[in-house]
């Protein structure tokens, strides 16, 4: 299949490239999606994040190159990357758990990190509801952080947004103002390839607004795969978008579009949560 051959073909680009400085950039190019998009599912497919991948086939090689060589151990740090040496032996210990400079010795034990392929698994018992729908574009208000371009690093920023948010009184003040599609209090993740990355707490809202803390953003209009789901967040709304990527996209004559992801929350319940997840999607050419 097409989409996943383009994902194998990125897979060859980081082997290709493991000496250098890989350009996230460049292997979502390879992959003909967005860089968020690619890191995205990346990480639900290989139950991985694509730098921790990195990270660990670096350490892997590295491994070889100590054991079967003679190389010193600065020499293999630079070769992966690393102009440190106490931030290779850092990582070469996360990875194999001992010091670069023991791995020649006799019984020692080492980690091995194969690279990934992707293929297609038939999944699907359980039902997803969803439905294809054309919007056009929407005002959003609401709070905004910067994203990092490696989304792992974004695991902090975005709970501490809503645990903020939620206490300061920003969520009340939002739904005070929220006028139009879509309903609720939504979680829009702005990562397209032409601006800066951000991530809102936000409404849709056509009103004008003088508070200086918010920010407004306009999505423009796209086809939206939307998913409904409920459960106990974030859990419930994680496992949602694992299955998105790995069993409804694979197949369903969808690609992602370079918009941004948005998550739909209905109802101020974390623990029973009922929510929508609105992905950007374009017809496969």
């Not at 350490?59 to 102009?83: F, H, I, N, R």
């Not at 920023?157 to 209090?185: C, F, H, N, R, Y």
């Not at 949602?240 to 998550?263: A, F, K, M």
């Amino acid at each position: 299949m097409e989409w996943i051959e383009r994902l194998n073909k990125a897979i060859d680009y980081i082997e290709e490239h493991m000496g250098e400085k890989i350009d996230y950039d460049q292997v979502a190019k390879v992959a003909c999606c967005s860089t968020y998009h690619f890191q995205r599912m990346f990480a639900y497919m290989a139950n991985v994040s694509l730098s921790e991948y990195i990270r660990r086939r670096r350490m892997s090689l590295a491994a070889v190159d100590l054991q079967s060589g003679d190389e010193k151990v600065v020499d293999v740090a630079l070769k992966y990357g690393y102009t440190s040496p106490t931030s290779f032996n850092r990582a070469f210990q996360s990875v194999h758990g001992i010091a670069p400079s023991l791995v020649k010795e006799e019984g020692v034990s080492l980690r091995a990190y194969p690279p990934i392929s992707f293929k297609i698994i038939i999944k699907g018992a359980d039902k997803m509801n969803y439905r294809i729908e054309k919007k056009e574009a929407f005002r959003i208000v609401g709070i905004a952080e910067p994203l990092h371009k490696e989304i792992d690093k974004n695991f902090e920023i975005v709970p501490q947004m809503w645990q903020k948010a939620a206490m300061d009184g920003t969520i009340p003040k939002l739904v005070s103002i929220m006028e139009g599609e879509p309903v609720g209090v939504l979680g829009v993740s702005v990562c397209n390839d032409f601006e800066e990355w951000k991530y809102f707490i936000a409404v849709a809202s056509a009103k004008e607004t003088v508070d200086q803390a918010l920010e407004e953003y306009v999505v423009s209009p796209f086809t939206w795969a939307i998913f409904s789901g409920e459960g106990q967040c974030p859990q419930a709304i994680q496992e949602l978008e694992q299955r998105i990527v790995t069993e409804w996209l694979p197949t369903s004559g969808y690609e992602y579009d370079n918009g941004p992801d948005i998550e739909v929350y209905l109802n101020p319940e974390p623990q029973n949560a009922k929510f929508e997840v609105w992905i950007p999607v374009r017809k496969k050419k």
